[in-house]
């Protein structure tokens, strides 16, 4: 019972402690808050549309008004410039007035109707992917939309009906639905896996904070033992599970993006990345010994990790040093594996991987973190007696 005491002490004097720091808290929890409405903020639309292009339009005949109309009739993009100027259509995207261009050569009507083979050209803005591909894929819809009508109509004079020539024409159906990311949207792809990053980062900076600030003040709420670092580890862990329970259960539903594929695996899952961040967390606070200083070092630590996840950069296109580092930070698992759940109704076993990752690095975070831990214990020990003055002979005698 006395260990359990023990524990117990050091679990409320770590909260005592957290609750007491304003910078801390704003970071544990705030953070998360503000992160919630403030990141899914940029991609509420989801889906890019009524992007504006420009039409350079030299053939000036029946078939590229057709291909006009039918571009302008696109829901992702919007026609707001139509000129036979190859140079006014350039100096439009220069200006970002336009986000893509068509190109109509002269002759393409004469080409289509002698049988022969005709093509347009497509250009868009490079600089912002999102409206590069939204105008790109526009375009060419509408381009291959009227090319597809003029196929069919050559087709039906050979076959006796419509309905056999639209099948010569595409003589495989393909019907795309999207299983998870039902709109295609950016933010219910993003969102989610940018979540747990918050969660690991925001715990990261204000552990590694509160320990830079007990380092400079020469003492910490809890002993340097097995009972206070037991302690002191479940609550630092129990951050990551209410922001946890916060995020997956009231902002994926706010935000309206896919969630509950496994709720009963989401649940122990996050009991293992809680564990196993906060672990992770306490190894790194322990090199710090001022409380600016973390937060100089860390913040600039996200994006990088973020592609190191697998996400929104490919992992095969890693180096093959960074694609073992990347499972050194509890987000590579992390991320992967909450996406797999939450976001694809993954089961446990779909995750084992994941886990195993996790419970690893947690076993490392402890053992190091601990180690660190009870030495610098042992080194302030050192620094205290060496501080203390020697008695003097005559002392002694009296």
Same mark, same amino acid.
């Given at each position: 019972?006395?260990?359990?005491?023990?524990?117990?002490?050091?679990?409320?004097?770590?909260?005592?402690?957290?609750?007491?720091?304003?910078?801390?808290?704003?970071?544990?929890?705030?953070?998360?808050? *503000?992160?919630?409405? %403030?990141?899914?903020?940029?991609?509420?639309?989801?889906?890019? #549309?009524?992007?504006?292009?420009?039409? *350079? @339009?030299?053939?000036?005949?029946?078939?590229?008004?057709?291909?006009?109309?039918?571009?302008?009739?696109?829901?992702?993009?919007?026609?707001?410039?139509?000129?036979? @100027?190859?140079?006014?259509?350039? @100096?439009?995207?220069?200006?970002?007035?336009?986000?893509?261009?068509?190109?109509?050569?002269? +002759?393409?009507?004469?080409?289509?109707?002698?049988?022969?083979?005709?093509?347009?050209?497509?250009?868009?803005?490079?600089?912002?992917?999102?409206?590069?591909?939204? !105008?790109?894929?526009?375009?060419?819809?509408?381009?291959?939309?009227?090319?597809?009508?003029?196929?069919?109509?050559?087709?039906? !004079?050979?076959?006796?009906?419509?309905?056999?020539? #639209?099948? #010569?024409?595409?003589?495989?159906?393909?019907?795309?639905?999207?299983?998870?990311?039902?709109?295609?949207?950016?933010?219910?792809?993003?969102?989610? &896996?940018? !979540?747990?990053?918050?969660? #690991?980062?925001?715990?990261?900076?204000?552990?590694?904070?509160? %320990?830079?600030?007990?380092?400079?003040?020469?003492?910490?709420?809890?002993?340097?033992?097995?009972?206070?670092? /037991?302690?002191?580890?479940?609550?630092?862990?129990?951050?990551?599970?209410?922001?946890?329970?916060?995020?997956?259960? %009231?902002?994926?539903?706010?935000?309206?993006?896919?969630? +509950?594929?496994?709720?009963?695996?989401?649940?122990?899952?996050?009991?293992?990345?809680?564990?196993?961040?906060? !672990?992770?967390?306490?190894?790194?606070?322990?090199?710090?010994?001022?409380?600016?200083?973390?937060?100089?070092?860390?913040?600039?630590?996200?994006?990088?990790?973020? %592609?190191?996840?697998?996400?929104?950069?490919?992992?095969?296109?890693?180096?093959?040093?960074?694609?073992?580092?990347?499972?050194?930070?509890?987000?590579?698992?992390?991320?992967?594996?909450?996406?797999?759940?939450?976001?694809?109704?993954?089961?446990?076993?779909?995750?084992?991987?994941?886990?195993?990752?996790?419970?690893?690095?947690? /076993?490392?975070?402890?053992?190091?973190?601990?180690?660190?831990?009870?030495?610098?214990?042992?080194?302030?020990?050192?620094?205290?007696?060496?501080?203390?003055?020697? &008695?003097?002979?005559?002392?002694?005698?009296?």
């Amino acid at each position: 019972m006395t260990a359990w005491r023990e524990v117990l002490h050091a679990f409320v004097a770590t909260w005592r402690a957290m609750l007491s720091d304003s910078a801390a808290m704003m970071l544990l929890f705030a953070g998360g808050i *503000v992160y919630s409405f %403030f990141y899914p903020l940029p991609y509420a639309k989801e889906t890019v #549309q009524r992007v504006p292009v420009a039409v *350079v @339009d030299q053939d000036r005949s029946a078939l590229s008004r057709q291909i006009t109309r039918y571009a302008s009739a696109h829901p992702a993009i919007q026609v707001v410039a139509v000129s036979a @100027d190859l140079r006014e259509a350039q @100096d439009l995207i220069w200006r970002n007035e336009v986000a893509g261009m068509l190109f109509i050569p002269s +002759g393409l009507q004469s080409k289509v109707a002698a049988g022969r083979a005709a093509e347009v050209e497509v250009a868009g803005n490079g600089i912002y992917m999102m409206l590069n591909k939204a !105008a790109l894929n526009g375009l060419a819809q509408a381009v291959g939309t009227v090319s597809a009508g003029i196929e069919i109509k050559r087709l039906s !004079a050979a076959t006796p009906s419509s309905a056999q020539a #639209q099948a #010569q024409r595409g003589p495989v159906g393909l019907n795309a639905v999207a299983l998870f990311n039902v709109r295609e949207g950016y933010g219910a792809y993003v969102v989610p &896996a940018a !979540a747990v990053l918050i969660i #690991q980062q925001t715990l990261l900076l204000a552990v590694t904070l509160l %320990f830079g600030t007990w380092a400079e003040r020469g003492g910490f709420p809890v002993r340097r033992d097995v009972a206070g670092y /037991v302690g002191m580890w479940c609550a630092v862990a129990c951050v990551p599970i209410l922001n946890s329970l916060y995020y997956f259960g %009231f902002v994926f539903w706010w935000q309206d993006y896919p969630r +509950g594929g496994n709720f009963g695996g989401l649940m122990l899952f996050t009991l293992l990345f809680a564990f196993a961040v906060s !672990a992770f967390a306490i190894m790194v606070g322990n090199l710090f010994r001022s409380r600016e200083r973390s937060a100089q070092l860390l913040v600039c630590t996200a994006m990088p990790i973020i %592609f190191l996840s697998g996400v929104t950069w490919p992992v095969e296109a890693l180096p093959d040093v960074l694609k073992a580092a990347r499972w050194l930070i509890p987000s590579t698992p992390g991320i992967q594996g909450f996406v797999a759940l939450n976001q694809l109704g993954a089961s446990l076993h779909e995750v084992a991987a994941e886990a195993v990752g996790l419970v690893a690095l947690m /076993v490392a975070s402890v053992s190091l973190g601990y180690w660190r831990w009870h030495r610098m214990e042992k080194a302030q020990r050192r620094r205290w007696s060496a501080q203390v003055p020697s &008695a003097s002979p005559a002392a002694n005698q009296l």
